[in-house]
């Protein structure tokens, strides 16, 4: 059964601070999704890391991946208060590729 | 209209009543899915569909129906419900479920309320 693990799951950050969110999986997979939610809204895709060492970044995220760690990492660089939201990660589960989403990380960016 | 529309956005409903949750997709997709978001849980998938037929069914009780009579719309039909079946209803489509295919769009969901 695959398993989607994030954390931390609440993430207090100062403005102008880095930090990382890690999502490990537990079955062999060679994609992870990563999404964002603000607050009362739906899912934004974010990115999308198609195979081992994919490295994709937009503004001040950047995701990675590492299919042989079953990790994935997304990057905060000189976070800001408009990166206020919750990120997921999702891994695919068996042939139908239907996404298993991790818990959710609550970042929290303040002044 | 564009991406993936749903209505109605809130929902207020008695443990009586029968309602339906609707969702459009206007990207040409071929799936499409009903996830549960609550409170202190991660993102349940619940149902998918990909090209009009039910793929999954993730152990649903069955006051939750849904219907997909084409590719664009989905239909989650509600009855004698209970107050913990209170949370945000999220639908989604993907170009389809096959592997490669599944990036998923979100709709921006449907916050109901049971009493």
């Known amino acids: 059964e695959l398993k989607v693990e994030q954390n931390p799951l609440f993430l207090s950050m100062q403005e102008g601070k880095n930090y990382t969110i890690y999502c490990n999986y537990s079955?062999?997979?060679?994609?992870l999704y990563w999404y964002r939610q603000d607050p009362g809204k739906s899912l934004e895709s974010l990115f999308v890391l198609l195979s081992n060492g994919a490295v994709k970044q937009e503004g001040r995220l950047m995701a990675s991946l590492d299919t042989k760690a079953r990790l994935s990492t997304l990057h905060i660089t000189a976070a800001v208060h408009d990166l206020s939201a919750t990120y997921f990660c999702a891994n695919t589960r068996g042939s139908q590729g239907n996404l298993i989403f991790g818990k959710g990380t609550k970042l929290s960016v303040k002044p | 209209e564009t991406g993936v529309t749903q209505t109605p956005r809130h929902l207020v409903m008695g443990m009586t009543n029968k309602k339906s949750l609707k969702c459009e997709q206007h990207?040409?997709?071929?799936?499409m899915y009903w996830y549960k978001q609550s409170a202190k849980k991660p993102l349940e998938l619940m149902f998918v569909y990909n090209f009009k037929e039910q793929t999954e069914n993730n152990s649903v009780p069955s006051r939750f129906s849904p219907e997909c009579p084409n590719s664009s719309h989905l239909f989650l039909h509600l009855h004698t419900l209970q107050p913990e079946d209170s949370a945000l209803y999220l639908c989604?489509?993907?170009?389809?479920?096959?592997?490669?295919?599944?990036?998923?769009?979100f709709g921006p969901g449907t916050r109901l309320l049971v009493l």
């Open positions: 989604a489509s993907s170009q389809s479920s096959a592997r490669g295919q599944e990036t998923q769009y």
């Open positions: 990207l040409g997709h071929n799936a």
């Open positions: 079955t062999t997979s060679d994609r």
